[in-house]
């Protein structure tokens, strides 16, 4: 299964930029990076995804590095609701829709 | 657009005992997938479902098992419940096509306690 590596917990204070790290060396060159977040008692939400290109939209920005070894997940101003654990995970392959997912970085947003 | 709708949310269960968990899909979405979450292992994915097939599975025992039916609702169900089976049970669903540029949109979950 495809891995990502991710810091397993970050503060970060409300109306700052929240910059959330993901490693990925093993991807290959069609795979897409997609971030999803969860919120406590709630399932995952989509946030995010992209191939090689950055990419933003209303939630936050992706920055994936040329090489696609790594990206960053942007929250430009960060409220208390963005409080939640983040996953980086790779898409699967064609037809297979499992979803691997890690431990993931907690974010906790700070007054 | 209404997202991915789970019943019931909250469910509680003897040893021994069966239950079936329900899932409806965003309304176009062909794809049907089966998460369980606990505090130990994390997300595991079960099983996914498309145009009434099963496509893939994650490692469970048989005692889990899943259906879609032709309006692409899904349901899961599990035998002979664990005390280990206590979980949230998470369904998420896509397009299903063969484009990976879609993602899969979760429900809220059934949170399963088996006493």
């Known amino acids: 299964d495809a891995k990502t590596t991710q810091p397993p917990s970050m503060d970060c204070a409300e109306g700052r930029a929240a910059n959330l790290p993901c490693n990925h060396s093993?991807?290959?060159?069609?795979?897409?990076v997609y971030w999803y977040r969860q919120i406590h008692s709630q399932g995952p939400q989509y946030i995010i995804h992209?191939?090689?290109n950055n990419e933003t939209n209303e939630m936050a920005s992706l920055i994936i590095t040329e090489d696609r070894k790594s990206s960053t997940l942007i929250l430009p101003h960060a409220t208390l609701r963005d409080t939640a654990v983040y996953y980086c995970i790779f898409t699967p392959n064609f037809g297979n829709e499992k979803l691997t997912f890690g431990t993931g970085t907690r974010l906790t947003i700070i007054p | 657009k209404a997202g991915v709708t789970q019943t019931p949310r909250y469910l509680i269960k003897t040893r021994g005992q069966q239950v079936t968990l329900s899932c409806s899909p965003i309304?176009?979405?062909?794809?049907v997938s089966w998460y369980q979450q606990t505090p130990g292992q994390g997300l595991q994915f079960l099983f996914e479902?498309?145009?009434?097939?099963?496509?893939n599975k994650g490692n469970f025992p048989g005692r889990f098992s899943g259906r879609q039916f032709s309006n692409s609702r899904s349901e899961m169900n599990v035998s002979t419940l664990e005390l280990g089976d206590s979980a949230l049970y998470l369904c998420?669903?896509?397009?299903?096509?063969?484009?990976?540029?879609?993602?899969?949109?979760f429900g809220d979950g059934t949170r399963l306690s088996i006493l």
């Open positions: 998420a669903s896509s397009l299903g096509g063969s484009s990976r540029n879609q993602p899969q949109h």
């Open positions: 309304s176009g979405h062909r794809s």
């Open positions: 093993t991807i290959s060159g069609n795979e897409y």
């Open positions: 992209g191939l090689k």
């Open positions: 479902y498309f145009s009434e097939t099963q496509r």
